[in-house]
């Protein structure tokens, strides 16, 4: 079946950078973006932006631009979002999500990667 | 950026009641570009309708879902003690992609 399995928690200083992986299976890797949302605790899902694992090309949200960046690895159909000069207010679970061929919903999603940034 | 507004913030129901759940955007939306997720704690997002009011795979007849232009809504009939979760809007026809903040159904 469809499954997007993420990599483990994080533990970050506030300015270093996290980089969070996706590996997918069931499907094929380059016909479907991959897209990353966030959560912070207790809080709602905000949409970071996306990669096309086909070309490699991204679209990321205006807040997070100069500061993400999403990659892909096709030999290992995973995908990657790195996220720099980290804060205490970017510690939050991050999900990747697989979307479909003309349509932006979800489904499925990773089990969410937890990224913690204290000192 | 098209703001997605969510209501009630809480609805609580008592077992084998049915309730709605409010999703209205900031301006009106081309087509009908709504998906609607359950999330429970500790868990991602589980999809369960798009395109306003297709359910998807394995997702029970009893939630269904309807709306256009800026009113949306997610209808629960006879909620079983599994579908106590927050539940998002998500629309996707427009840049950036966003999310309401949330309702959250639990047992009355």
């Known amino acids: 079946q469809v499954q997007l399995m993420q990599s483990g928690p994080e533990l970050k200083k506030p300015g270093a950078s996290v980089k969070v992986s996706c590996k997918a299976s069931g499907y094929t890797f380059t016909a479907y973006y991959i897209h990353w949302v966030r959560q912070a605790p207790g809080q709602g899902l905000e949409w970071m932006g996306w990669i096309n694992p086909n070309t490699g090309g991204t679209k990321y949200a205006q807040k997070f631009q100069g500061r993400v960046t999403m990659t892909r690895d096709t030999s290992t159909s995973t995908a990657y979002m790195e996220l720099s000069s980290l804060r205490s207010d970017d510690s939050a679970v991050y999900f990747c999500?697989?979307?479909?061929?003309?349509?932006?919903?979800?489904?499925?999603w990773g089990q969410g990667t937890l990224v913690t940034v204290s000192t | 950026e098209i703001v997605l507004t969510q209501s009630p913030g809480t609805l609580s129901l008592s077992p084998g009641e049915g309730g709605t759940l409010s999703c209205r955007a900031s301006q009106s939306l081309i087509g009908r570009n709504i998906a609607w997720y359950q999330q429970k704690p500790g868990q991602a997002p589980r999809l369960l309708l798009y395109?306003?009011?297709n359910r998807a795979t394995g997702i029970p007849d009893r939630f269904s879902g309807s709306g256009s232009g800026r009113d949306f809504t997610l209808t629960i009939n006879r909620l079983a003690p599994e579908d106590c979760a927050v539940y998002y809007c998500h629309q996707y026809g427009s840049s950036p992609l966003t999310f309401g903040g949330g309702t959250k159904v639990e047992i009355k």
């Open positions: 395109g306003a009011s």
């Open positions: 999500a697989k979307d479909q061929r003309d349509e932006n919903w979800f489904d499925p």
